[in-house]
């Protein structure tokens, strides 16, 4: 099963931290945008003290509804919630 919105069909891939990226199903390219109450997971890049890349994760302040140019990354809960099928 796939999730469909007015925004098209998705489906999902997991990142290397267990998140789900949502993509579309007719051409594979990232998702921006869902109607849904769900808020995007966000990877912030900076630096610690001695200068070692790290990311960290929180939550968007805004839901799936609003537009997110480098697209949609989703909890494995909030995929599941939706019905997004997840690729393994």
């Not at 069909?9 to 998140?19: A, C, S, T």
């Not at 390219?29 to 890349?53: F, H, K, Q």
Request: aromatic share 12%; glycine share 10%; net charge negative.
């Amino acid at each position: 099963m796939t999730y469909s919105d007015k925004y098209g069909q998705f489906y999902g891939r997991l990142d290397e931290r267990g998140n789900v990226t949502v993509l579309h199903v007719l051409d594979g390219s990232p998702a921006t945008r869902l109607n849904a109450s769900v808020y995007p997971i966000l990877y912030i890049e900076g630096y610690d003290e001695t200068g070692e890349s790290l990311v960290q994760e929180r939550s968007s302040s805004f839901s799936a509804r609003y537009e997110f140019a480098n697209g949609i990354t989703l909890s494995r809960a909030d995929a599941d919630m939706l019905g997004i099928e997840v690729e393994s």
